[in-house]
């Protein structure tokens, strides 16, 4: 069975191939038996779904996403038509402003202790699981966080060519889960989910790039950037593949929306999030 | 550009006009069907409508950003497909509970399961087996009864790709279901 086959038998239970190509199809399984199994195969399949029921919202549950979206464009409806002037966060925090008595207040960094093999966590660890309220990652023990700092943080300048790639895909997934919270994902998520776990592997196999003096200075800018933020639960994530730029995760405490965003090293200014 | 298009296109554009009742409008529209897909995706109720939430908020502060060139359901069915890929992915990070994998009809938490998925537990199972590139092509294609273009569009990639993801991800199916019976006969067979 080619590729040819396999975009002819889709199109064939989909209902979607010319007619005198269907009439050739089913011609050809009369005396090709893998044609025809595949093609069983698969409206069998494609049946067995399209008879399952269709699935809605309760009325209780319209309802309550009807609220929580009605409390939200009373809030953005006023910002709405000066969205596209404002900075990024700025637009994205407005909402939550409103309901800033209920949040929780909470200014740290993250240390992701043991990427194990199953993790493919190289981005943050839960707050709630393994922050450490402190307004530096120089205070942060590595014998606290169980490993060394570095080893979370993607690394610049890697040596051969592989690594170089990697490093590079690494930065784009970073830059692509940044852009995913809308819809301007660009590269299809197979890639993405490859790249992930690549990113996984080259911080555990560069681990050493960043020196202590570069750490110090990340983290001086991180804290820099966000003096002028309102109070979010931000982590440090890591650094893009070029070094040029920290990234950093912000926690919405209102929704727990996740928002990763980049700092300029040589500013230490907030740039895009996407 | 059928009438729902166009109706999308209207109450878009009176919502950037700070019209927020178009918005509302356009939940109403589409909000059933934005809560399917992310059920079939996220295959857990509570998060299927976390993940409605917060594609309806993410399509709220980023509605500046839709390009009109295509269709509104289609972005937004985007946006959806995105934000169940990010919380599955999240939801991976943090090592949440997996759904059962197994369900017993005679116990209530099961039987829970069972309403909170709305699916046949086997093949809310095996759905949850396929990679999610191949989950979302199917879910759009056979569950929601999308074209194979729609997916394309939606999904942003070539339609020899969704036809692809689409084969491979039913031939998985099947392999995980065993035996599900003679397939209808094609219309043409029946003539």
């Given at each position: 069975m080619n590729d040819n086959d396999i975009q002819l038998i889709a199109a064939l239970v989909d209902g979607e191939l010319p007619a005198a190509e269907q009439g050739a199809v089913l011609a050809r399984m009369e005396s090709d038996a893998e044609l025809r199994a595949a093609y069983d195969e698969q409206l069998a399949v494609a049946s067995t779904l399209r008879s399952l029921p269709e699935v809605s919202m309760t009325a209780a549950e319209q309802t309550a996403l009807r609220t929580t979206l009605r409390t939200q464009l009373n809030l953005d409806g006023a910002v709405v038509a000066a969205a596209a002037a404002a900075p990024w966060w700025s637009r994205w925090w407005a909402p939550v402003t409103g309901l800033a008595t209920a949040a929780v207040i909470v200014f740290a960094f993250v240390i992701v202790p043991n990427l194990d093999e199953d993790s493919a966590d190289v981005v943050s660890a839960p707050a709630e699981a393994t922050t450490q309220a402190t307004s530096s990652l120089a205070d942060v023990p590595a014998a606290e966080s169980g490993s060394d700092p570095q080893d979370f943080l993607i690394a610049p300048?890697?040596?051969d060519g592989a690594a170089t790639q990697t490093t590079a895909a690494a930065e784009a997934f970073y830059e692509v889960t940044a852009a995913?919270?809308?819809?301007?994902?660009?590269?299809?998520l197979l890639e993405e989910e490859a790249v992930e776990d690549e990113g996984v592997a080259l911080a555990r196999s560069q681990?050493?790039?960043?020196?202590a003096v570069d750490l110090d200075e990340i983290s001086a800018c991180f804290s820099t950037a966000l003096d002028s933020w309102p109070p979010l639960s931000t982590s440090l994530v890591g650094v893009t593949g070029d070094g040029q730029s920290i990234i950093g995760s912000a926690i919405d405490p209102g929704t727990g929306t996740e928002t990763l965003f980049y700092i300029n090293r040589a500013t230490c200014a907030v740039t895009a999030a996407e | 550009m059928t009438d729902r298009a166009a109706a999308d296109r209207e109450l878009i554009r009176r919502y950037l006009a700070g019209d927020v009742d178009a918005f509302e409008a356009l939940m109403a529209a589409h909000e059933n069907r934005v809560f399917s897909i992310c059920l079939r995706m996220m295959r857990d109720r509570d998060a299927a409508l976390d993940a409605t939430q917060e594609t309806f908020l993410t399509v709220l502060r980023?509605?500046?950003?839709?390009?009109?060139?295509?269709a509104f359901s289609t972005w937004l069915y985007r946006v959806t497909v995105n934000t169940c890929y990010d919380q599955l992915r999240r939801a991976k990070r943090r090592r949440t509970e997996p759904m059962p994998e197994h369900i017993d009809p005679s116990d209530p938490q099961s039987a829970d399961a069972i309403s909170a998925v709305e699916l046949r537990p086997e093949i809310e199972r095996a759905l949850g087996l396929l990679a999610p590139e191949f989950r979302s092509a199917v879910v759009l294609v056979?569950?929601?009864?999308?074209s194979l273009e729609g997916a394309a569009d939606t999904l942003e990639v070539p339609i020899g790709t969704i036809k692809s993801r689409v084969f491979r991800a039913r031939r998985q199916l099947a392999e995980e279901l065993g035996n599900l019976g003679p397939p209808p006969k094609h219309p043409t067979e029946e003539q």
């Open positions: 300048g890697a040596e995913s919270e809308g819809a301007e994902l660009e590269l299809p681990a050493t790039t960043f020196t | 980023k509605a500046d950003r839709y390009k009109e060139q295509a056979d569950l929601e009864g999308m």
